[in-house]
């Protein structure tokens, strides 16, 4: 469903589940889009092949993988997320499925995945013609966009902000129920924190994000909201851990980040997420682990 944020500004709503994204349509001189994610039939309708650039909000799944509808058009991603289209095995590293089998073990990766509704066999490599960087401004020929690099969600994630039309686009800087996100090996608590703070101190009158279902146009809340669920999640580890140490793995059990695990991916992100809490409260002194890997306050 496209809804007009302006004239020539449009939010694609993607028309599926949670694997695919919302994307931005701006039909200028040069015609765009932000991310390739929505679902098949939304994309079609909008003559991808007519498009003449791409460009990702970050390098995940649910925000790429409409890509091969657009034949013709230029991608560019930031320089921190572009080595995530080079292979498969970097696909990998960069979404922390390297780390599966060590996280989960006994629990078969690709039936996971094909359960929650991955194309595993889709080949994961895209080339990317050029690098975003913070504060570029494109011209599009009558839009402007700035680029935000607002890491955390990934190294290389980006906002998108349309001065004229005083719209941002948050990207996966979600908004939903289930963000912030920030487990994967280079995702941040501490940058998503930042990021946030950047985009609070931006002020928009109105924001989108990739994942929410409408434009919300009085975003301050939200933002404080969604961010203060991360300091929430971890005073959530830290009085467990003060009542009772505990490895990581029984932390996970406690469903301290996600109240429901009903699937293998969910308890997989609940402990990447989990580890990034551990790393954090490590680093402010606050927590420490022995040689057996139990975890206590100090
Ligand atoms: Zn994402
Ligand atoms: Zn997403």
């Known amino acids: 469903m496209l809804i007009s944020v302006s004239d020539r500004v449009k939010l694609l709503f993607s028309e599926a589940g949670f694997l695919f994204c919302n994307c931005v349509l701006v039909e200028d001189d040069i015609r765009t889009i932000i991310d390739t994610g929505a ?14 650039q791409i460009l990702y909000t970050h390098h995940h799944y649910d925000h790429t993988r409409g890509h091969r509808l657009f034949t013709d058009a230029q991608t560019y991603i930031h320089a921190n997320d572009a080595q995530a289209f080079d292979s498969e095995q970097e696909f990998m590293y960069y979404n922390s499925i390297d780390r599966w089998g060590e996280l989960m ?10 359960q929650m509704g991955m194309e595993v066999t889709e080949d994961l490599v895209i080339p990317i013609h050029d690098y975003l960087s913070d504060g570029q401004v494109l011209d599009l020929g009558h839009t402007k966009v700035e680029v935000l690099h607002t890491p955390g969600h990934s190294a290389g994630h980006c906002s998108f902000w349309f001065p004229d039309q005083e719209f941002l686009f948050t990207g996966d800087i979600c908004l939903t129920n289930a963000g912030p996100w920030y487990g994967e090996v280079l995702a941040s608590p501490d940058q998503m924190l930042h990021s946030i703070d950047r985009l609070i ?15 919300d146009t009085d975003p301050m809340g939200t933002l404080q909201e969604y961010k203060a669920r991360i300091y929430k999640r971890e005073e959530r580890i830290y009085r467990y851990l003060k009542n009772k140490p505990a490895t990581f793995n029984e932390l996970a059990d406690q469903h301290l980040i996600y109240r429901m695990h009903p699937t293998p991916f969910v308890l997989f992100w609940e402990k990447l997420m989990i580890l990034k809490h551990l790393e954090r409260l490590e680093k402010l002194g606050m927590v420490n682990h022995d040689k057996y890997g139990t975890f206590e306050t100090i």
């Open 39 to 52: 679902d098949t039939k939304s994309l079609l309708e909008i003559e991808p092949a007519r498009m003449d």
């Open 105 to 114: 073990p006994g629990i078969d990766y690709r039936e996971a995945a094909m």
């Open 201 to 215: 101190a931006l002020k928009p009158p109105r924001l989108c994000s990739c994942h929410t279902k409408e434009i």
